[in-house]
């Protein structure tokens, strides 16, 4: 399939739509006071029946921009103040201006009907320990969706290399498969290599909902340690944004968002996106000739097999805005993805041919209504991925550091493998909520979804894993009950039933496993007073073992179909406050801890003959910490930032198990109520912008730095791990990373120009130990946006 020119014509389409589009946009800009005549802070400013929201800054002011030429009615609501409308004509190119002047509310807050909220403010305000990141503050850099979750309290994500490099995001302690991903609510459980959160750009989504450890009933996971959902949002009824970047090591990024609606409701929507780099950075090796043998400890020397390369189009036409359907889409995912692989586990194993590929082709249906009946909402969503991945390793050499190889026998590289399987995966998802009154609905959900993997090696032909039928049906039933006093209270209460079905083999050898497993959650918020809340949350969550754990990948991972389901209990406390100091100081302040009692954890351990991993249960490991963020701003030009993440993970196994037996040792573990190793304990981030207006008539200049910092940890056991001079090779070190970033906005917006400086200071980055990550780099980025609505 040439996906690259899908891409390509996709990208010359909607350009051609969008030519005639670029009508000259308006902006409303304006005050509000109360009666006493003080700047009021936090007020939602709403065009109404339209996607055009904004929040009055500290000083009241507000700015609505990129507005078509039209009549509106702006609609101000304040919680204790009473809602004001007030009509307005835009003309064409110039500036409306609104004051408000609002009064108290004499009605009980629990009374108080505010609409309008931005999504990421309604999201937050949750009773569960949710943080919502704004995707569009994002849009003129060159962050892919897991760079932005990096920045977020409780969350670390864990790179190999560079760009497309093998990932790990822990949240909270929980890792890998313990924290699962969505795209609008949709599990991403199924969709390959080629689309993960590491090369989707930040672009797409239109902000990222983080749960943690308490995940809503609503997304119909089996998460044991929180879950991610990637919201694209529906934007803008007809809109084109494009960005295109480069930069260091050969590093290029395009970005396509748009979408094309008639007034009948009939719609095209389109995202599609690339990634490309050399990943040619240099780094600190322990080097030896091939052939001579000669040894330099500390070589400065260039990566030389690790380009990376993807290619993703997303395609929805359908209708909105219809009597039986608010959204009804069909669509198609269609997408590539090639990967050098440079090292092994660590440096000193390096590779020059050995590589991957995968694709995805994925038909996809969305529907949603609400209202189908009076109080029922009701949202479908339904997938099947038809991809497959390879994995190549045909040279029979052994290559140095230097780029140069020697043959090595006919075993490969690594292991001679010309592998490929399809990991078919269907998916359905079922969502139905009834609203009973004004502050009660119930809700249930069902997601269904099943895994077949089929595979074949011509280079090993009679080898019977491949032939072994690996399947996997999976069904989470959910049922939940919410109790809402609007800006008052909220309770959540809810139940998971999940049934898991594995088959492997066949004949004799045939294997079945069927299991099933009940949690429940409640979720509880109280605001005592507009600026501050209370949250506190628990769930009784379990985890079934995912299809490669169970049944390995033959390349890396060994299988284990004994694998038993995890459970964890998990508790949330959080608060978040908001105040003002003479009117032009903005502070905000949130914390939360965290308690997690997981048995049978599933953790990955190596195998036998050390050369793969293998997963396994252990029985027990409790985690303990917590995250604080504090933000300030100083009018609406100065932001700065800073969050701080502590967790204790102890392992509460306090005897080993014989590996080869299962039997229980005798004697007491010598890391029984260690510390787990190798995980982050204590990391954070800072960051600061200045943002000037009007450097240029209509132009905008902002400048942001941001600071990554992670304290030292064990790769070992605490009480295994050596000392003294032994102790450096036993951690993976502390590590500072400063970033750097210019944004130049022309035209209110409609043209960006941004430049990007990462890793400023040049220093040896470790994620993870003995792989480093790339050193100082610059980037250009480009990006262009124009929207319009229909009256």
């Known amino acids: 399939m040439q996906i690259k020119k899908i891409l390509l014509l996709g990208i010359l389409c909607a350009c051609v739509i969008f030519t005639s589009a670029q009508n000259r946009l308006s902006s409303i800009s304006g005050q509000i006071k109360t009666n006493d005549g003080n700047p009021l802070p936090g007020v939602t400013v709403k065009i109404h029946k339209t996607n055009y929201v904004t929040l009055t800054g500290p000083n009241g002011n507000f700015k609505l921009s990129n507005i078509p030429v039209g009549n509106y009615t702006v609609q101000v609501t304040a919680i204790g103040f009473k809602t004001q409308k007030k009509e307005i004509k835009v003309t064409d190119g110039e500036i409306s201006t609104l004051s408000f002047s609002l009064s108290e509310s004499s009605e009980q807050m629990e009374t108080v009907n505010v609409i309008g909220r931005t999504a990421n403010q309604e999201v937050n305000r949750q009773a569960f320990n949710v943080t919502s990141v704004d995707a569009k503050k994002l849009y003129n850099t060159t962050l892919d969706i897991s760079g932005a979750l990096d920045r977020v309290a409780g ?40 689309f993960q959160i590491n090369n989707i750009p930040i672009n797409v989504a239109d902000r990222i909902e983080v749960y943690k450890g308490v995940v809503p009933m609503w997304l119909g996971s089996d998460a044991l340690g929180g879950a991610i959902n990637i919201v694209t949002g529906d934007r803008y009824r007809n809109y084109i944004d494009a960005s295109y970047s480069f930069g260091s090591f050969n590093t290029h990024r395009s970005v396509i968002n748009a979408a094309v609606t008639s007034k009948n409701g009939l719609t095209v929507q389109l995202n599609a996106f690339q990634n490309y780099s050399d990943n040619d950075y240099k780094v600190n090796v322990e080097a030896s000739d091939i052939w001579t043998g000669a040894y330099a400890p500390n070589a400065l020397l260039k990566r030389f097999h690790d380009t990376y390369h993807n290619e993703t189009l997303i395609a929805n036409v359908g209708v909105v805005g219809k009597s039986y359907a608010d959204k009804l889409l069909l669509g198609v995912t269609v997408g590539q993805n090639y990967k050098e692989i440079q090292t092994g586990a660590r440096m000193v194993s390096v590779f020059g041919g050995w590589h991957r590929r995968g694709n995805i082709l994925m038909p996809t249906l969305k529907y949603k209504k609400e209202n189908l009946i009076k109080g029922l909402d009701v949202t479908i969503n339904a997938n099947y991925n038809l991809g497959n991945e390879q994995n190549i390793d045909t040279l029979n050499v052994r290559y140095d550091w230097y780029g140069t190889s020697k043959p090595n026998g006919s075993n490969g590289e690594r292991a001679r493998s010309l592998y490929k399987y399809k990991n078919n995966n269907g998916l359905a998802t079922t969502m139905l909520n009834y609203k009973i009154d004004d502050h009660q609905s119930v809700a249930l959900s069902n997601v269904f979804s099943t895994f077949n993997r089929k595979g074949s090696d011509e280079l090993n032909p009679t ?44 004949g004799n050898n045939r294997g079945t496993n069927n299991s099933g497993k009940m949690g429940y959650g409640s979720a509880l918020s109280y605001f005592v007073n507009r600026n501050l809340q209370l949250k506190a949350s628990y769930e009784l969550t379990n985890r079934m073992p995912e299809a490669q754990e169970i049944f390995g990948d033959v390349e890396n991972q060994d299988a284990n179909p004994n694998l038993k389901p995890e459970q964890s209990d998990n508790f949330n406390l959080g608060t978040s406050y908001g105040f003002v100091i003479n009117k032009d100081h903005n502070f905000s302040i949130s914390a939360n801890a965290i308690y997690r009692n997981a048995t049978n954890f599933i953790y990955n351990r190596l195998n036998q003959n050390q050369a793969k991993l293998v997963a396994d249960n252990r029985d027990g490991v409790r985690t303990i910490g917590g995250d604080a963020e504090i933000r300030y701003s100083y009018k609406n030009w100065l932001s700065v930032g800073t969050t701080l993440t502590y967790q204790n993970l102890k392992n509460l196994q306090k005897y080993e198990r014989d590996l080869n037996t299962g039997e229980l040792l005798p004697t007491i573990s010598p890391v029984y109520l260690d510390q787990m190793p190798n995980i982050p304990y204590l990391y954070g981030n800072g960051d600061i912008s200045v943002s000037l207006k009007n450097v240029g008539k209509g132009n905008n200049l902002t400048i942001g730095y941001n600071l990554l910092y992670v304290h030292a940890f064990w790769l070992y056991w605490p009480s295994r791990g050596g000392r003294g001079e032994d102790a450096a090779k036993m951690e993976i070190a502390q590590q500072f990373n400063h970033d750097l970033n ?5 035209k209110k917006g409609r043209y960006n120009i941004g430049l990007e400086a990462k890793n400023l200071t040049n220093a040896a980055l470790y994620d993870n130990f003995s792989l480093q990550k790339p050193g100082r780099a610059f980037y250009l980025n480009l990006r262009y946006f124009i929207n319009t609505i229909h009256n």
């Open 155 to 194: 969350i670390r994500v864990r790179e190999s290399g560079g760009v497309g490099s093998n990932f790990n995001l822990s949240l909270n302690g929980f890792s890998g498969n313990h924290v699962r991903y969505f795209i609008d609510g949709i599990p991403m459980d199924n969709f390959g290599s080629s």
């Open 463 to 506: 080898n019977a894993e491949y032939e072994r039928p690996k399947k996997t049906n999976k069904n989470v039933l959910g049922l939940g009950y919410n109790f809402d006093v609007k800006d008052r209270w909220s309770a959540t209460v809810f139940g998971k039933y999940i049934n898991q079905n594995n088959v492997n083999g066949t």
């Open 742 to 746: 210019l944004v130049y906005s022309l």
